[in-house]
């Protein structure tokens, strides 16, 4: 087993919380999934919450990615040795209509999944321990780190673009096993480490 867990304080997960990201509770209906679907009335969601289904949240500098002293420190501590970049839009990629629909089927994976958004945004839909979902608004100079075996999904806003950083442990493997995953090994390491650990913050390394 690759994943490990360890406990940390909540404060770690905060960096530059004054650039908070937004987040909330879904309003699930059939509207276009790139609208920001809240509900009435709205139900914010604090970093404090996302720590505790296990994600991790630094505001960084995009536009000084290539000599970030602060990311360099990120990937070192946490052994992040792979990185490449994903220009997502419609003139950029192929079959990008199936490859949405891909994103936005619920899965979970076998490692982290570290996206850093250098320009433009999207939403990141994570369940929490009730299975609610809850949308997490990412743009520019967000980075957020989602643990192994949490349920998510993904999808462009309506401005329909986004770049984003992708950086990995060792060889990167994007494989997504579509829910339900009950049995998948990440998955039960993550229900017992924090869905069944109520208002503990995790890091895996």
Request: with cysteine; net charge negative.
């Amino acid at each position: 087993m690759r994943h490990k867990f360890s406990w940390v304080n909540n404060q770690r997960t905060k960096k530059h919380s004054s650039m908070a990201l937004e987040a909330w509770y879904m309003e699930e209906n059939e509207e276009d999934k790139r609208l920001p679907h809240h509900k009435n009335p709205k139900e914010f969601v604090s970093l404090n919450k996302l720590a505790e289904i296990g994600i991790l949240y630094w505001h960084l500098n995009p536009k000084n990615y290539e000599n970030d002293e602060e990311l360099n420190k990120i990937r070192e501590t946490r052994g992040y040795n792979y990185m490449d970049l994903l220009d997502l839009c419609p003139e950029k990629i192929e079959n990008y209509e199936e490859k949405l629909r891909n994103f936005y089927t619920e899965h979970i994976h076998a490692d982290e999944e570290i996206r850093y958004c250098l320009e433009g945004s999207g939403y990141f839909d994570v369940r929490d321990k009730d299975d609610r979902w809850i949308r997490i608004w990412i743009k520019g100079g967000d980075m957020i780190i989602l643990p192994a075996g949490i349920y998510h999904r993904f999808t462009l806003d309506t401005s329909n673009y986004v770049k984003l950083m992708r950086l990995f442990k060792g060889e990167p493997v994007w494989t997504a096993y579509n829910r339900p995953q009950e049995a998948h090994p990440a998955r039960q390491e993550y229900i017992k480490n924090v869905v069944e650990n109520s208002g503990i913050a995790l890091e895996a390394h």
